[in-house]
């Protein structure tokens, strides 16, 4: 059973950097599955944020997170970071990990999300 367990949320201000964590443990996911970080901000959809594709390497970021966010994983592929520096108020919101790249709450595995609120 595949299970992903978030940390490294908090309270930050405006302008500084967190580390976001999610410890993989179920599956081992080089070349098999594309991990994602997902936000949900307070009264909004899920908005997908960065993704790195599991074979390639490659990563990709939201416009609105781009240049500012770093998505990572481990040599041993069993953690997975997200670097966020630069933080703004709308970066507030619940974060998850997840395989896949889809938002929709009924694909892939998600972890238990890690709150991250942003503010003065």
């Known amino acids: 059973e595949v299970q992903l367990a978030e940390s490294g949320g908090g309270l930050v201000q405006p302008g500084g950097s967190l580390r976001l964590s999610c410890a993989i443990s179920?599956?081992?996911?080089?070349?098999?599955?594309?991990m994602s970080w997902v936000r949900q901000a307070p009264g909004k959809e899920l908005e997908w944020v960065s993704t790195?594709?599991?074979?390639?390497?490659?990563?990709a970021y939201a416009a609105s997170v781009k240049g500012r966010f770093t998505i990572s994983r481990d040599n041993a592929k069993t953690m997975l970071y997200l670097h966020m520096a630069s933080l703004k108020p709308e970066d507030t919101a619940m974060y998850y990990c997840?395989?896949?790249?889809?938002?929709?709450?009924?694909?892939?595995?998600w972890g238990q999300g890690t709150q991250v609120v942003v503010s003065s």
């Open positions: 179920g599956f081992t996911f080089s070349n098999t599955y594309d």
């Open positions: 997840k395989t896949g790249i889809s938002t929709r709450r009924d694909e892939g595995d």
């Open positions: 790195i594709f599991s074979v390639t390497d490659v990563t």
